[in-house]
């Protein structure tokens, strides 16, 4: 017996899609691993993150998330949206196991994420701009030009920069008054989560979310990730002041040898002042103390704050590329950040 399709078009003759449950976790991250390992030759990302992610206040797994099985009832295609309030900047993702591309799949889940995301026009403020974007490795050419046969157009690079922490480092020197200590919760999350939301508005693409779904999306981090570690979080303090924050983890799944900085940021107040480069400097030292050999982060290569001439200025270089495409769903005035 044929099997039904659920109205998409385009998938190959007994293809499913469906929606995704709990269940199928382990076979979406080995999926995505499997592309990973095509295009950059090793995996990047574990099962804990996943079931973390989809678990998150801000993702509803019935509606936001696909899989595409095959005849063989394997998991061959994944793909989803994350679509935060105030539903202006849709982020979808899309992947293709290898062995079935070049049969529509990888179509059909972008055809699958527009309508997704098309679904929240209604929910944003009349009159703004809405959009949906999507991210590609820099050596992933083909879903690159799947992306601009969809209607997508190029709208920012992103660096993945990594320093060897194989040799003596400058101790962080920060200026007179100010102090960095590591992350209290009952103390400091909600000074660290209006820390964030301000020095992020600096940041290209920057949409400010009502502040109860930023608070909900750090509790949900700290509660659930198995890498979160107070430890490494550093603050830089100036008196009860948070100026500047490292918000770091001590694994990679594409590299437990490296630990990784989720978020470096100084506040206006506090920039051109050394404060970035005593956060780098005192994470790469403890990162080195723990045993790690490599440091790594990501970052908008053309950072409006100038973030990637610091991370240069402290030794880090290049280690790959990635490109974010975009597609205009309603014009409109922008709410994003897009320059200083």
Not at 52 to 77: A, F, H, K, Y
Not at 190 to 208: C, N, P
Not at 233 to 244: K, P, Q, S
Request: glycine share 8%.
């Amino acid at each position: 017996m044929k099997r039904k399709r659920m109205g998409i078009t385009g998938l190959p003759e007994n293809y499913l899609m469906r929606t995704v449950t709990l269940d199928d976790v382990e076979a979406v991250v080995a999926l995505v691993n499997a592309c990973s390992q095509k295009t950059l030759g090793k995996d990047v990302c574990e099962v804990s993150e996943y079931r973390n992610d989809w678990q998150s206040p801000t993702m509803n797994m019935g509606t936001d998330l696909r899989v595409v099985l095959s005849p063989e009832e394997r998991i061959v295609g994944y793909a989803g949206v994350w679509d935060p309030q105030p539903h202006v900047q849709i982020y979808g993702f899309g992947y293709v196991h290898s062995a079935h591309r070049g049969r529509g799949i990888g179509t059909s889940l972008a055809n699958w994420i527009e309508t997704r995301a098309s679904e929240s026009i209604a929910l944003a403020p009349a009159g703004t701009q809405v959009k949906v974007s999507q991210r590609a490795y820099g050596a992933d050419i083909s879903s690159q030009q799947l992306l601009k046969e969809q209607g997508y157009t190029l709208a920012r690079h992103w660096f993945r920069m990594l320093i060897e922490l194989d040799a003596s480092l400058p101790a962080p020197q920060l200026p007179d008054g100010l102090t960095i200590r590591t992350f209290d919760r009952e103390r400091d999350l909600k000074s660290l989560i209006h820390a964030d939301r301000e020095a992020f508005r600096d940041h290209w693409g920057y949409v400010e979310h009502p502040f109860e779904e930023d608070w909900k999306e750090w509790m949900h981090w700290i509660e659930t990730d198995p890498d979160y570690d107070p430890t490494l979080w550093f603050l830089v303090m100036d008196g009860t002041e948070i100026a500047g924050f490292s918000i770091c983890a001590p694994k990679t799944a594409e590299d437990p040898a490296a630990g990784y900085i989720h978020m470096l940021a100084v506040r206006r107040a506090w920039r051109q002042q050394g404060v970035g480069l005593a956060l780098l400097h005192h994470t790469f030292g403890e990162f080195q103390r723990r045993g790690k050999k490599r440091c790594a982060l990501g970052v908008d290569a053309t950072s409006l704050t100038g973030a990637t001439r610091l991370y240069e200025k402290a030794g880090m270089h290049v280690q790959r590329q990635s490109v974010s495409y975009e597609k205009m769903l309603r014009e409109g005035e922008d709410l994003s950040t897009q320059t200083l």
